[in-house]
């Protein structure tokens, strides 16, 4: 079993960075395609940020681009989400997920397959 746990979240104003990390645990053999996700309140899941498994190909929603990099450091089964510029409807719980199976898993949901519990970033105007 593989177990995701995000950090890094909490309460800023807009214009300030905060740094999300997604530590994977448990029965990681491999190394695998990650991503960020976020959910507003009332709001479908959305995607954010996605890397492959060696970091090599990255993508980002169209929403984020130039604002937010992804990347990870596998010797320490981590990945990262620095957010720079934040916004007010930046405002969601951040959710890591993995996939076991793409070499580059892109922004649908339904590729990935497990998922940490959140973490919450609230952005203040």
């Known amino acids: 079993q593989v177990q995701l746990e995000e950090s890094g979240g909490g309460l800023v104003q807009a214009g300030a960075s905060l740094r999300l990390a997604c530590t994977a645990s448990?029965?990681?053999?491999?190394?695998?395609?990650m991503g960020w996700f976020r959910q507003a309140p009332g709001k479908e899941r959305e995607f954010v940020a996605t890397i492959s498994p060696t970091g090599s190909r990255v993508g980002y929603a169209e929403s984020v681009k130039g604002r937010f990099i992804i990347s990870r450091e596998n010797d320490k089964n981590t990945i990262f989400l620095q957010m720079n510029s934040l916004k007010p409807e930046d405002t969601a719980v951040y959710y890591c997920?993995?996939?076991?199976?793409?070499?580059?898993?892109?922004?649908?949901?339904?590729?990935?397959?497990?998922w940490g519990q959140g973490t919450q970033v609230t952005v203040s105007s």
């Open positions: 448990g029965r990681t053999f491999n190394i695998l395609s």
């Open positions: 997920a993995m996939d076991p199976l793409r070499s580059y898993s892109g922004s649908e949901r339904t590729h990935y397959s497990y």
